[in-house]
């Protein structure tokens, strides 16, 4: 069966007692609202996973880390592997993020290793993939969006995949106000189910969770998730309010 999510990315922004207000928040208005008809997951920086455990119940909001090291342990100061993330109690990890692409040179080959690592740890996998504006103007969205999964993730098993979500965020989407049109959003993402289709078989990709990222809002999601193979979003900006985030939440 296929799972409609809507996951917070928070990225670099407050401070551990920010956040554990934030995700109190979160963690009151889920547990008050009636009939959600998705799971919900909250994305934050490594310092504040331990704590915000703590404060949310994990049955009903799902903890992710933004990144994990493409190593279990060792001599790599600064880095924090898979097996760190899940014993925080996290479930969770988003990777493949544009900005770790884009401003930390991660490699289709570093996140191949990435998503063995945290499925070996017992996390689920939010993996993003998205093509920049030239790309796009140059007809190369299907190209870029074929070689980020397939180079990352097609050696998994059936039953790995299981644990991969997939999240299509332009990256001139992100952070910028311009959300691609529902149309937009969802030719892309019908495009990858039809991938996912090639490599696992329909049943595998009717079950695979796609999610759109990218300026979505309150405003613009009932119209995003109403899309066949839209089925909820990553949301930056947005998930730093509680109140947007749940506009965005009971979007379907
Ligand atoms: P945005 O970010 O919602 O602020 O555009 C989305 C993301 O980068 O995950």
Redesign the pocket.
């Known amino acids: 069966m296929r799972k409609n999510i809507v996951a917070g990315?928070w990225?670099m922004n407050t401070t551990v007692p920010e956040g554990v207000e934030l995700a109190k928040a979160v963690n009151e208005a889920v547990a008050n609202a009636n009939g959600i008809k998705c799971d919900v997951v909250i994305g934050v920086p490594f310092t504040h996973l331990t704590a915000v455990k703590q404060v949310i119940d994990i049955n009903k909001v799902g903890l992710a880390a933004e990144n994990c090291a493409d190593h279990n342990s060792g001599a790599y100061t600064g880095e924090v592997s898979a097996p760190m993330v899940a014993s925080t109690g996290a479930n969770y990890v988003i990777l493949g993020?544009s900005?770790r692409r884009g401003y930390y040179n991660e490699t289709a080959q570093m996140l191949k290793t990435k998503v063995d690592l945290a499925l070996e740890a017992g996390l689920k996998v939010i993996f993003c993939c998205g093509e920049s504006l030239e790309e796009r103007e140059a007809g190369k969205v299907e190209d870029i969006i074929k070689a980020e999964i397939s180079e990352s993730l097609f050696h998994l098993t059936t039953e790995q995949w299981s644990n991969i979500v997939i999240?299509y965020?332009p990256i001139w989407?992100?952070?910028?106000g311009k959300t691609a049109t529902s149309d937009q959003a969802e030719e892309v993402h019908a495009f990858i189910r039809g991938l996912v289709a090639q490599q696992y078989g329909q049943q595998v990709a009717d079950d695979t969770t796609i999610l759109y990222?990218?300026?979505?809002k309150p405003s613009n999601a009932p119209e995003l998730f109403a899309k066949p193979d839209i089925d909820g979003g990553?949301?930056?900006?947005?998930s730093l309010k509680a109140a947007d985030f749940m506009g965005i939440v009971t979007a379907f």
């Not at 989407?173 to 910028?176: D, E, L, V």
């Not at 990553?234 to 947005?238: E, F, R, T």
Request: hydrophobic share 30%; net charge negative.
């Open positions: 990315n990225k993020h900005e999240a965020e989407a992100i952070g910028t990222g990218g300026s979505c990553l949301i930056g900006g947005a």
